[in-house]
């Protein structure tokens, strides 16, 4: 099956290879990948060299914390404001451009004060703002903690052609769905998270990353698991960490180093994927409309309605019965979703490229 789910998404073969002789028995351990103690030498060196790996891949250094968590993307929602609402008296500022971001700002709803910067509803969420759209008067910038926007939207699939700039304002980018699909500049974030299920490994671990002047900034006091300073402290091991995540989290950065060729090399080729299904969509005389404006187009989630709502399920079933998978929309909004996710390989996008004109050969 060519695999096109949002997530969990598709791994590289290499990965799944290497991830089917841990769970005989990881090398120099003397047990499987599942069985080993996470206060091991051997997973100190995992921990270690997957750290690493993401450090050199997302050109982060010694400014940024970098915390393996579980929870989700979604237990961020409410960890953010927890951290650094509570106790600075000042809004958590949101850029609500779709499902996620509008997720993340009714749960900051609940921790603390929270405002909405921008919202892209009244447009059904086609596209991301423009930079001037994003602009801080002075007073509004004074009384901000901060200013959270999501950098990749999968379930309208739209995408920032390059991430924003808010000024003085630490910028908090949710980048679960496209982080090390592409080089970002990190530089204009103080932090950056992800659930690691769509390009960085398996569910059940979460990345972020984190500027020590901003952790410096949380709120005192907390539990210890909702704390981003303790559990920076404590190396991401306040409690057992998820040792199966990480380690093929570590293995998808070295496919991503090696065998892929870099940040630069990753982001050519999932554009390539992306424009071989977008010129089906342009070229279809409307029998393919896509959601999102040409401006914003994802490259990592392809979303699309048929002219006709009603050849949708037969577009599903015949695409199933060709090999195609996970190509329904998320259940808020329905239609059709391909997500191109880095393991999702060239051939494949090719190959659901034919199989959507010859569709449309037959029932346009």
Known sequence: ???????????????????????????????????ISHR??????????????????LGIGDAWKLLFLQGGARQQFALIP??????????????????WSRTAHAEAGLAGG?????????ERYRRMP????????????????????????????????????????????DASSELLSRPLPVERCAMIYAGAQKNLGTAGLTLVAVRRELLERAAPSLPAMFDYRRL?????????????????TLLVTRWIRDDI??????????RAKARTLYRVLDESGGFYRGHALPESRSHMNVTWRLADAELEPLFLDQATAAGFMGLGGHRSVGGLRASLYNAVSPASCRALAGFMAEFLRCHG
Do not use: K
């Open 1 to 35: 099956m060519h695999n096109f789910g949002a997530g969990p998404g598709a791994l590289p073969l290499p990965v799944l290879a290497a991830a089917r002789e841990a769970l005989r028995e990881l090398p120099g351990a003397g047990a499987t990948i599942l069985e």
């Open 40 to 57: 091991s030498a051997r997973f100190e060196e995992i921990l270690a060299e997957a750290e690493a790996n993401l450090c050199e891949l």
């Open 82 to 99: 927890i951290n650094f609402l509570a106790a600075s008296g000042r809004c958590g500022e949101y850029v609500v451009s779709g499902y």
């Open 114 to 122: 929270s405002a909405v910067l921008w919202d892209g509803a009244g």
């Open 130 to 173: 423009r930079p001037d759209e994003l602009a801080f008067p002075p007073a509004r910038a004074a009384g901000a903690a901060y200013v959270h926007y999501t950098a990749n939207e999968t379930i309208e699939g739209t995408q920032f052609r390059e991430l924003p700039e808010f000024g003085p304002v630490p910028a908090i980018c």
């Open 232 to 248: 920076a402290d404590a190396g991401s091991m306040l409690n057992t960490p998820p040792v199966f995540a990480i380690y093929v």
């Open 261 to 270: 060729g870099g940040l630069e090399e990753m982001a050519r080729r999932n």
